[in-house]
């Protein structure tokens, strides 16, 4: 299968959950790590924000087959806004399912209101456009739920063959698609730097006010996803002359993390702050060895 997203996977989206391959109350995804949540039964490709969305993502037939089922009309809203029982019945939101043949078939959710562009028993090949990331149906942020199905039985398309997580092999995806989907450890979303207060619901909006020299602050803020339980999580900001501004270590966490915002930041002295790059650096300790960690700069 191609990847049913017209992104580039660490760039411009991210995986955030797998299917969840633990048969009891707990969670497991393919690789024996918890980047999933119980009884989840597809892959998440998500995009970073809202403003992502909206510029517009194409999401792609995975493999050549006929549109079996589709619907639309389902309003591009957060269920933190709605509530749950708004969408009870049509959680997948807009949803298109291709029929592959053989028992074999792709579904997939939360598609943008308005924007599919294939017809109920249309052909369509591998890689073909059928319509738009959105936020319609059971979801917070704009993604792509796929679901792969064989004689109506959930499959994992990065280990087809079933068994416990960790025992399972193989993949559906074709080489060039399964190297650009490597498992990660985590992953990091959105970075920057802000004149003002950060929370999560801004850094999805895509609404925070740029940084300034003479703003009242100067924040650098990441957002990272796939996070474990015992991570431990540094954000350092330094000056143009490689001074440290500001520091943040938090606690390891106490259980795993969808994802998770962390920041740091001063307040701007009264002359404001000099010219010249200002630089952060965000790193994830896990079981005391760097699992992730990424820099990002800003002019002044």
Not at 10 to 33: F, H, K, L, M, W
Request: net charge negative; glycine share 10%.
């Amino acid at each position: 299968m191609v990847l049913p997203v017209d992104c580039v996977l660490g760039e411009t989206c991210e995986i955030q959950n797998y299917v969840d391959r633990d048969p009891g109350p707990g969670v497991r995804d393919y690789s024996c790590a918890t980047r999933t949540y119980q009884d989840h039964n597809g892959v998440d490709i998500r995009v970073p924000d809202l403003a992502a969305q909206r510029a517009g993502v194409a999401v792609l037939a995975a493999a050549p087959g006929r549109v079996a089922r589709l619907r639309d009309g389902v309003a591009d809203v957060s269920v933190r806004t709605t509530g749950v029982s708004a969408v009870e019945g049509m959680e997948c939101g807009n949803g298109v399912v291709i029929d592959h043949g053989d028992g074999w078939e792709s579904q997939y959710c939360h598609l943008a209101q308005g924007s599919l562009v294939v017809a109920q028993d249309a052909e369509v090949r591998a890689g073909q456009p059928i319509a738009r990331i959105g936020l319609s149906g059971q979801t917070e942020y704009p993604h792509l739920h796929f679901t792969l199905r064989k004689d109506d039985q959930v499959v994992d398309p990065f280990a087809p063959a079933g068994g416990e997580a960790c025992e399972a092999e193989g993949s559906l995806w074709a080489p060039e698609v399964a190297e650009a989907m490597a498992y990660k450890a985590g992953a990091v979303l959105n970075t920057g730097f802000s004149s003002g207060a950060v929370s999560m619901e801004s850094i999805e909006d895509a609404i925070l006010p740029p940084a300034s020299a003479h703003a009242p602050a100067l924040v650098a803020y990441v957002r990272a996803i796939g996070l474990e339980a015992g991570d431990v999580q540094h954000l350092k900001v330094t000056g143009p002359d490689g001074e440290t501004l500001a520091e943040t270590t938090i606690d390891p966490l106490d259980a795993p993390k969808a994802q998770y915002m962390l920041y740091a930041g001063r307040r701007t002295p009264p002359e404001g702050w000099a010219a010249g790059r200002y630089g952060a650096e965000y790193w994830v300790e896990r079981s005391g060895k760097r699992v992730l960690e990424q820099r990002f700069e800003t002019d002044l």
